[in-house]
């Protein structure tokens, strides 16, 4: 086996890990992660990024709501770099993708997107709760 994902559900889950533990080469990888974020935070982030993008600017600029994921995360702390397009005449962002976030990470992003967007009076206009976002 090359790869495997096992989501712990229960005590055979645990069982299956502790066996590949076991039995597992030298040299073997295993990664633990929490639980990703769960849809209702992805959509209230989008939300709150077409707000910001659509009201505020950066070093007297628009950006897209793509653009802004990149800068909120790169403020969270997530590495982020940039690389030379291949024709030399901009930068690709290269980094963590929202989509790699656990929930309590997507509750810090969504939090900082709120905190920034009170600083810079931004009106998000879905004001609907993730339960999950407060919960987590």
Known sequence: MSRATVVLTGAAARDRVCRWARTAPSGTRVEFKEIKRTLPQND????????????????????TPDEWKVLFLHALGKEMTFLPALDGTTFVPYGQHSSDLGKSEMTALIELIFAWGAEHEITFHDRAEVPEARAA
């Open 44 to 63: 209230r982030m989008w939300a709150m990024l077409t707000d910001v993008s659509k009201q505020a600017t950066h070093m007297g600029r628009r950006y």
